[in-house]
């Protein structure tokens, strides 16, 4: 226990620097010191307390314990990480002297290691690989890496690409126009002031599907549309524009643009025609098929037969048959029925 | 690395990849798969790739793929269905050897792959560790913990025989 305190540490101190102080007391003021560094700062004189090692007593005598051999990172006696050193790399003397005294015994220890000599593995070199060829790349051309060719034509596709959506717009937006010499305008007083209209066409309107019976109709009696054109086509002409052209004395006659028929009809000509004749003719020959098909059901079935199948194709099974036979093995009836539909038919 | 030293990569070390993949994995389809999966990663970067460093490169390919596959599978095939006369039996291996295959199936995957490849392709410890990202000591502690394990199996079978 501790005797000096900080009511009567000066009188040790004091004992200190008179070197009467004993060696048990020496240490107590060291550790007060230590414990209460402020009171020897406070000190007018400058002391110099260490302890001294004075005996072999605190010498740390289980060092050996603590010492650690290369073997002990992996996990492994020491006799056996020599052995596999020494097939792996090999050993140094001072290793070779642990084995020997580790393993005494020259024949066990020449055991010990032909025992890990066999753990070595041996390639099997008649195992060979058999596709080699397909990972064998060619050179077209020695000059021209690969990439940097792969690099170009993708670029000139691009090019490509850009060039051709940009001659589209191009041709779309350069309509031709026709110059006329008729002159439409109230405010012309002279009757010179030409304008430009643009080349007519028929626009596409949205219209409803025509109905089956319009279709045939028109396909039966296709003038009868043309009729009803014509009286469409009949402009009436008021008083005032009569007076108007009949006021207009001279006419300066144009070099009108010349237009490329062949270009213009197949561009502008032709889906019109298609739209009004072709295809409603066409829809008109499926429809009397139909129809013609309708009278004779047995005709039908093998048409609706695959019909059901490429809907069953398209739909992943959505649409049903059942074919109805009789005691001869006959056809005499089918049902088809789908999610929206359903129909019984009799063939015979 | 130019086209002819890739295609020398084919020709040199396809046999060395292919060995290696076949007996990690046992399955000769998947083994081609990985072999097609690993020149292809090798041609795609064929450019940037040292022709001197192409047989680590090619190794670390194929054992990355290896090890994203077993992971996938976490499972390893049954010894019963490796076609051994194939994969494992060579008319020059002894008893001992397909004693050491059998073994060396039972080691853990990252032992077995770092222990073949020190003893299929010689390699050091550090260039181990390159090819499979762990350091060097890590490599040494897997091939030494392997070769003692080896070493108790062949015993024991031997004394059972």
């Not at chain 1, 305190?5 to 003021?29: F, P």
């Not at chain 1, 099997?124 to 051309?141: A, G």
């Not at chain 2, 040292?50 to 054992?63: C, E």
Request: with cysteine.
């Amino acid at each position: 226990m501790m005797t000096i305190d900080k009511n009567n540490y000066e009188a040790y101190v004091l004992d200190y620097l008179e070197g009467t102080i004993s060696s048990e007391d020496s240490e107590q003021l060291v550790r007060f010191f230590e414990l209460y560094p402020e009171y020897k700062d406070a000190l007018d004189v400058d002391i110099d307390l260490q302890l001294k090692v004075e005996s072999a007593d605190g010498i740390f005598s289980a060092k050996e314990s603590l010492l650690k051999h290369p073997a002990d990172t992996f996990d492994l006696p020491v006799k056996d990480y020599l052995l596999i050193k020494n097939l792996e790399d090999g050993l140094d003397e001072d290793e070779l002297l642990q084995l020997r005294l580790v393993e005494s015994n020259n024949n066990q220890l020449d055991k010990e290691i032909q025992d890990y000599s066999k753990t070595q593995l041996k390639a099997d070199h008649s195992l060979r690989y058999s596709d080699k060829r397909k990972h064998i790349r060619f050179v077209l051309i020695p000059a021209i890496k690969q990439v940097l060719l792969n690099r170009s034509v993708a670029a000139a596709i691009i090019v490509a690409m850009f060039l051709s959506v940009w001659m589209m717009q191009d041709t779309n937006t350069n309509i031709p126009l026709e110059a006329t010499i008729l002159n439409q305008s109230d405010s012309t007083t002279n009757g010179s002031i030409l304008a430009e209209t643009k080349i007519v066409e028929k626009v596409l309107v949205e219209k409803q599907q025509p109905s089956k019976d319009s279709i045939l109709k028109l396909a039966n009696d296709p003038m009868e549309l043309k009729k009803k054109e014509q009286i469409a086509d009949v402009v009436e002409v008021f008083a005032e524009q009569l007076i108007h052209l009949s006021s207009i004395t001279t006419i300066h006659s144009l070099t009108p643009k010349r237009i490329n028929a062949y270009e213009h009809g197949l561009n502008v000509m032709m889906p019109q025609y298609l739209n009004n004749n072709l295809l409603s003719a066409e829809l008109a020959n499926i429809y009397r098929q139909i129809d013609e098909e309708q009278k004779s059901p047995s005709i039908s079935l093998a048409l609706v037969e695959s019909g059901v199948k490429v809907m069953n194709f398209l739909s992943k099974e959505s649409v049903k048959m059942q074919k109805y036979y009789n005691e001869e093995g006959e056809v005499i009836g089918y049902k088809v029925k789908g999610e929206n539909v359903e129909l019984n038919q009799k063939t015979r | 690395m130019t086209v002819k030293e890739f295609n020398q990569a084919v020709n040199q070390y396809s046999d060395g990849v292919y060995r290696f993949v076949l007996k990690s994995i046992k399955d000769e389809d998947k083994a081609k798969d990985i072999m097609q999966d690993t020149y292809e990663k090798l041609w795609k970067k064929h450019e940037q790739v040292d022709f001197l460093k192409v047989k680590s490169y090619l190794f670390s390919a194929a054992y990355h793929t290896l090890i994203d596959l077993t992971r996938r599978e976490k499972k390893q095939a049954p010894w019963t269905e490796v076609n051994v006369r194939t994969h494992a039996h060579n008319e020059s291996y002894s008893d001992l050897n397909e004693v050491l295959h059998k073994a060396v199936e039972r080691l853990p995957d990252i032992q077995r792959m770092v222990v073949m490849m020190r003893d299929y392709e010689g390699y050091s410890y550090k260039e181990i560790g390159e090819i499979c990202e762990l350091s060097e000591a890590q490599v040494k502690v897997y091939i030494f913990r392997a070769r003692k394990f080896l070493k108790e199996y062949i015993g024991k079978i031997e004394i059972l025989v």
